[in-house]
């Protein structure tokens, strides 16, 4: 079936500064894009709608200068958690929408801790 | 607004038993539902899904019916196998498409041999 993946898988930072997460879709092409993000015990809430060669798409609350959103292929969708700081501690998934299908297809998420 | 209540786990069962998932919702308009699981180490999957009104989505033993009368979309199975252990969401579309996702808390299954 279809793969998505994400990279890294969880990462540890400094308050302050910079996290890049991929996601890919690996053998499919996905013109849509999801980001999503987690906090324990709590439902995936949805930050942007990425497109392929446009600007994403921010749900109302989600800061779009915080979390820079590249799509710049059909294959590869990148989130930027810029000067992360501690609140921003959270697990992130990505999922990408098969083109021809509309099936999303999910990555197996990035936890991101900040201290 | 849009919303999915389901039933806080996590659930417990021995193998064999009978699995029921309470999932509500709340929508405007006419909504497509799904369920997805999440096996350890692994992103979500579609389980089953139903786009309209009484459509039952069923898949690997599971089954859920779309109730607008009492807006649910409980998940069910029959027999639960250990295998089966997986965190468990319900979740909506607005639109009736699979953009724009709204999902429930989810529920953590365990099956115990």
């Known amino acids: 079936g279809a793969v998505v993946s994400q990279h890294p898988s969880w990462v540890i930072c400094k308050s302050g500064t910079s996290v890049k997460i991929e996601c890919r879709s690996l053998?499919?092409?996905?013109?849509?894009m999801f980001w999503y993000r987690q906090f324990p015990k709590q439902s995936l809430m949805l930050m942007a709608t990425?497109?392929?060669?446009?600007?994403?798409?921010?749900e109302q609350g989600v800061e779009k200068d915080k979390f820079l959103i590249n799509h710049a292929s059909l294959t590869l969708s990148t989130l930027t958690v810029t000067s992360a700081h501690p609140e921003d501690s959270s697990f992130y998934i990505c999922?990408?929408?098969?083109?021809?299908?509309?099936?999303?297809?999910f990555g197996p998420g990035t936890r991101l801790t900040v201290l | 607004g849009n919303s999915v209540t389901q039933m806080e786990g996590p659930v417990t069962l021995s193998e064999e038993a009978f699995l029921t998932i309470n999932c509500t919702y709340t929508?405007?308009?006419?909504?497509?539902l799904f369920w997805y699981v999440q096996y350890p180490g692994e992103g979500l999957q579609l389980l089953l899904k139903?786009?309209?009104?009484?459509d039952k989505g069923s898949n690997k033993g599971f089954e859920a019916t779309y109730r607008k009368e009492t807006t649910s979309f409980h998940l069910e199975k029959g027999s639960v196998q250990v295998s089966d252990s997986a965190v468990y969401f319900c979740?909506?579309?607005?639109?009736?498409?699979?953009?724009?996702?709204?999902f429930g808390k989810g529920t953590k299954l365990t099956v115990n041999p």
């Open positions: 999922s990408a929408q098969d083109s021809y299908t509309d099936t999303q297809y």
């Open positions: 979740a909506l579309s607005p639109q009736g498409g699979s953009e724009k996702l709204v």
């Open positions: 053998d499919f092409q996905a013109t849509t």
């Open positions: 929508a405007t308009g006419y909504p497509s």
């Open positions: 139903a786009t309209k009104a009484d």
């Open positions: 990425s497109n392929e060669g446009s600007k994403a798409t921010y």
